[in-house]
């Protein structure tokens, strides 16, 4: 069973910065892309950043330019390196990894980790 495992979450205050991890139990290439997700409450679930097997990057408008998106496939880990956050960016992140799987796609999610930015 392949699990993806955050970490990295934590109380910052505005302005400042973290990084989340997402290791990937079995092999990251499994994975295409490999992205992470946030939900604050009461909203919906909506996409932050992926990124491809080749790297290929992709962002939400909110973060692009703040946050960056990498991966370590010796590792078998993806980062979400998160700068100048703001308090509308606090919210529950989820790892994510999109498998390829004949004609669909299968879904796989980490647990979570939560990141509050206040003062």
């Known amino acids: 069973q392949v699990q993806l495992v955050e970490s990295g979450g934590g109380l910052v205050q505005p302005g400042g910065s973290l990084r989340l991890s997402c290791v990937v139990s079995g092999s990251i290439f499994m994975f295409n892309p490999m992205g992470w997700y946030r939900q604050a409450p009461g909203k919906e679930r909506e996409l932050v950043a992926d990124?491809?097997?080749?790297?290929?990057?992709n962002y939400s408008n909110s973060v692009k330019g703040r946050f960056t998106i990498s991966r370590d496939d010796a590792k078998n880990t993806v980062y979400l390196q998160m700068n100048s956050l703001k308090p509308e960016d606090t919210a529950v992140y989820y790892c994510?990894?999109?498998?390829?799987?004949?004609?669909?796609?299968?879904?796989?999610w980490g647990q979570g980790t939560q990141v509050t930015v206040s003062s």
């Open positions: 994510n990894g999109q498998q390829p799987y004949g004609w669909a796609t299968r879904e796989y």
């Open positions: 990124i491809t097997r080749a790297n290929f990057t």
